[in-house]
T-cell receptor, first 113, second 114 residues
Framework: DVKVTQSSRYLVKRTGEKVFLECVQD?????MFWYRQDPGLGLRLIYF???????EKGDIPEGYSVSREKKERFSLILESASTNQTSMYLC????????????FGPGTRLTVT | KQEVTQIPAALSVPEGENLVLNCSFT??????LQWFRQDPGKGLTSLLL?????REQTSGRLNASLDKSSGRSTLYIAASQPGDSATYLC?????????????FGKGTLLTVNP
């Protein structure tokens, strides 16, 4: 079974802090994704990566950056956290061959105060 | 731009009932369609994936159908149980170009009452 893990289930940070959200997958998938999920807005893609050190902006990249130094790990960085970044953050991975089935991690509930 | 709509937004049924969740999409040029389940405060669990060339997929009490030409998919749940209570999300992957992105509907919140 594919396993996608996220470093924290719950996180509370203060406005202006630099925040790192970590995601690890164990299936050698090329593609990894970061989404945020908000009530009434659904899931929105922040960034994705199709290979090590490669990244593309999603629909809402402002205020975020990402890092992919190793194939299994994809990090989301909030350079200076703001209250409007309070959200559920979901990481996902995808194998580019075959069925293109996407697998999600358990999510990180981030609260910025 | 692909748009995905799920109707109804919420559904409440008694235990044992068969039910259908609906998903529609605006651009029929899709690579595949995936149904997910999400429990409160948790991540998404993949339930079924249908390739664009397929008409349906089945897993246990779940059956998903796809009518690409009309831009519609349904998720049929047989003999519903309280443990089926969750939000069900439909997501579409477009064909061509950068087909890594999924476009999600906003989900149907299902409550199965004992």
């Amino acid at each position: 079974d594919v396993k996608v893990t996220q470093s924290s289930r719950y996180l509370v940070k203060r406005t202006g802090e630099k925040v790192f959200l970590e995601c690890v997958q164990d299936m050698d998938h090329e593609n990894m994704f970061w989404y945020r999920q908000d009530p009434g807005l659904g899931l929105r893609l922040i960034y994705f990566s199709y290979d090590v050190k490669m990244k593309e902006k999603g629909d809402i990249p402002e205020g975020y950056s990402v890092s992919r130094e190793k194939k299994e790990r994809f990090s989301l960085i909030l350079e200076s956290a703001s209250t409007n970044q309070t959200s559920m953050y979901l990481c996902a991975s995808l194998w580019a061959g075959g069925a293109h089935e996407q697998y999600f991690g358990p999510g990180t509930r981030l609260t910025v105060t | 731009k692909q748009e995905v709509t799920q109707i109804p937004a919420a559904l409440s049924v008694p235990e044992g009932e068969n039910l259908v969740l609906n998903c529609s999409f605006t651009d029929s040029a899709i690579y595949n369609l995936q149904w997910f389940r999400q429990d409160p405060g948790k991540g998404l669990t993949s339930l079924l994936l249908i390739q664009s060339s397929q008409r349906e997929q089945t897993s246990g009490r779940l059956n998903a159908s796809l009518d690409k030409s009309s831009g519609r998919s349904t998720l049929y749940i047989a003999a519903s149980q309280p443990g089926d209570s969750a939000t069900y999300l439909c997501a579409v992957r477009n064909s061509g170009g950068s087909n890594y992105k999924l476009t999600f509907g906003k989900g149907t919140l299902l409550t199965v009452n004992p």
